[in-house]
């Protein structure tokens, strides 16, 4: 089978981690053909755009993509709207599974084995934004449909049962938001009814928290909304020993959309001492999830761990003998061509 994956590298460190799980995709599936598409901050300062149509219509073509990250600003900008946001509603990869697992690094937590499972086309995302009273007030309108938490649920429940999880936390705010959470929180119990063999809990979203600070072993999976689902993510990546180690895979019914977790890191960027492994945990999941190659998702998260347990690392997991991105990318693929 010829897979065909459309790479967006994206701003930041997405230039630079990106390469490097593209460099570890081509030991274990050498005739991958990678099709080059742009998307971010700089293509929106180049385009006019932050998502080229050309881009989103090479995403659908290939229906596999690996994405970096893009530097969204944190004020208003005329005509610019997340392209990360705008891709996953455009290819209506609407389920972000974000696991958390335990990897052989000092800053990650024994035990702790979890997936989030976050919606991903809506809520407060839609992008349904204005200000009123010259500027005074601000306003920004959460939506939630029972066709979209019907789908993430299913995901969720299908998923668990697939792998053999035991437990589904619902969490939501629905005592404050009975109208749009309290949707949510009703048709994931609905759904939760097609699947007697797993066990559901329900959590309000600030008592989520506290556990996952707490007592992150306590979680199996997580099934939450968009903005929720962003935030609890990487609470839970600090138990996986950092954001520079968390992989996500946004599916849809046809369309898989590889991200790392974690955004452009401009603290670091072009520095070249990124850590890979999200992205390359996220191109695991791809071959598993998308591409049905299990063996080689296997031999993926086999050499990071093998790479990680003999102590390479790169400075965001502690900076004595840190490594550099492509250093630690070569420590991989030596586990994977040897
Ligand atoms: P961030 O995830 O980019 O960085 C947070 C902290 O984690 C920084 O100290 C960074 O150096 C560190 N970090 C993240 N990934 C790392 C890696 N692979 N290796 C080593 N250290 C790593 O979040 P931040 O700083 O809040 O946002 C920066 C920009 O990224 C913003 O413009 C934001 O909009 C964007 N962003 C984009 C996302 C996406 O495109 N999916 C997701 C999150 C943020
Ligand atoms: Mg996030």
């Known amino acids: 089978m010829s897979l065909e994956l459309c790479v967006i590298e994206g701003d930041g460190i997405g230039k630079e981690v990106i390469p490097a799980a593209i460099d570890v995709l081509r030991c274990v599936a050498p005739n991958v053909t990678i099709h080059r598409a742009e998307a971010g901050w700089e293509t929106f300062l180049r385009c006019g755009t932050s998502l080229p149509n050309d881009t989103l219509r090479m995403a659908h073509e290939c229906g596999a993509v690996l994405f970096g990250a893009a530097a969204s600003p944190s004020y208003p900008v005329d005509g610019y709207s997340s392209p990360i946001v705008q891709l996953r509603r455009g290819l209506q990869a609407y389920a972000n599974v974000r696991p958390t697992r335990y990897l052989p690094v000092p800053t990650a937590r024994e035990g702790v084995n979890l997936v989030v499972v976050r919606e991903n086309t809506e809520d407060l995302y839609v992008g349904h934004e204005h200000t009123e009273d010259e500027g005074r007030t601000g306003i920004a309108e959460k939506v939630i449909t029972r066709g979209a938490t019907e ?30 959470d309290g949707l949510f929180r009703s048709v994931a119990l609905e759904i939760a009814q097609e699947f007697p063999h797993i066990l559901t809990e329900e959590l309000l979203v600030d008592t989520a928290a506290y556990w996952l600070v707490k007592d992150p072993t306590r979680y199996d999976v997580i099934l939450t909304s968009n903005l929720y689902g962003d935030i609890l993510s ?33 603290d670091i960027a072009g520095q070249g001492v990124a850590n890979p492994t999200a992205a390359i945990l996220s191109i695991a999941m791809l071959l598993r999830h998308h591409w049905g190659r299990h063996e080689d998702a296997l031999a993926v998260e086999g050499a990071v761990c093998d790479a990680l347990r003999e102590g390479n690392h790169t400075s965001d997991i502690y900076t004595e003998g840190a490594i550099s991105t492509d250093d630690f990318t070569r420590r991989v693929c030596a586990h994977l061509t040897s």
């Open 151 to 180: 789908r993430v649920a299913r995901v969720a429940y299908e998923m668990a049962t697939r792998v053999g999880r035991k437990k589904v936390t619902i969490v939501h705010k629905a005592n404050v938001l009975p109208q749009s």
């Open 234 to 266: 990487d609470m839970a990546a600090a138990w996986g020993g950092g954001l520079g180690l968390a992989p996500s895979l946004s599916v849809g019914d046809k369309v898989a959309l590889a991200e790392p977790v974690h955004g452009s890191a401009p």
